[in-house]
């Protein structure tokens, strides 16, 4: 156990925090879930730049880290679906999810057939996950329907159509191996 998997550790347990705090019955509720999932979201990026100039770098962290990032992700999708009630947050939503599941699956099938490296990370990956988490953190912060949580909103459907553009990318960079022979 080394400091990065133990960040990626705090990120599971900020998860049921997140969701008990959002659901509280106080003022601050909101501005504090916010702020936990902000910590959360810093964590992702640190674990991992610390396992690599570190050289920590663990089968138990590749593994445990992106379950942690979606199980997060997809958990205030989740109550935040639940509190806003509207058509335009639950779609950005089941893409984000739905997407995150079809990627994590592509990735298992393409290294099973040792080709993991045709769906690696890129730079569209990392800008709809930091479009989608500034998305995430506005909307938590906010009362449904505020000017703010409307901006919010707007930056959770520009995060879905980065998550579709990246999904076709990643699906498209792994078809010859996927398509009927």
């Not at 663990?58 to 806003?84: C, N, Q, W």
């Not at 999810?97 to 045709?118: F, Y």
Request: aromatic share 10%; hydrophobic share 60%; with cysteine.
């Amino acid at each position: 156990m080394n400091i990065p998997n133990l960040l990626t550790l705090l990120r599971l347990l900020l998860i049921p925090v997140c969701v008990g705090v959002y659901y509280s019955p106080y003022d601050w509720a909101y501005l504090a879930t916010s702020a936990l999932f902000t910590v959360a979201a810093i964590t992702d990026w640190f674990d991992g730049y610390l396992a690599r100039k570190w050289g920590q770098m663990t089968a138990f962290g590749a593994f445990l880290d992106p379950v942690a990032d979606k199980l997060i992700v997809a958990s205030v999708l989740v109550v935040l679906v639940e509190r806003h009630e509207t058509f335009w947050l639950t779609i950005p939503a089941v893409i984000i999810i739905g997407r995150e599941i079809v990627i994590s699956a592509l990735r298992e099938w393409m290294a099973e057939a040792g080709k993991r490296a045709s769906v690696a990370v890129n730079m569209l990956g990392k800008l709809k996950t930091t479009v989608q988490m500034v998305a995430i953190i506005v909307l938590l912060s906010q009362v449904p329907g505020t000017i703010i949580a409307n901006i919010g909103l707007a930056a959770l459907q520009l995060a879905a159509i980065l998550t579709l553009w990246s999904m076709i990318v990643y699906l498209r960079a792994a078809w010859q191996d996927l398509k009927p022979k």
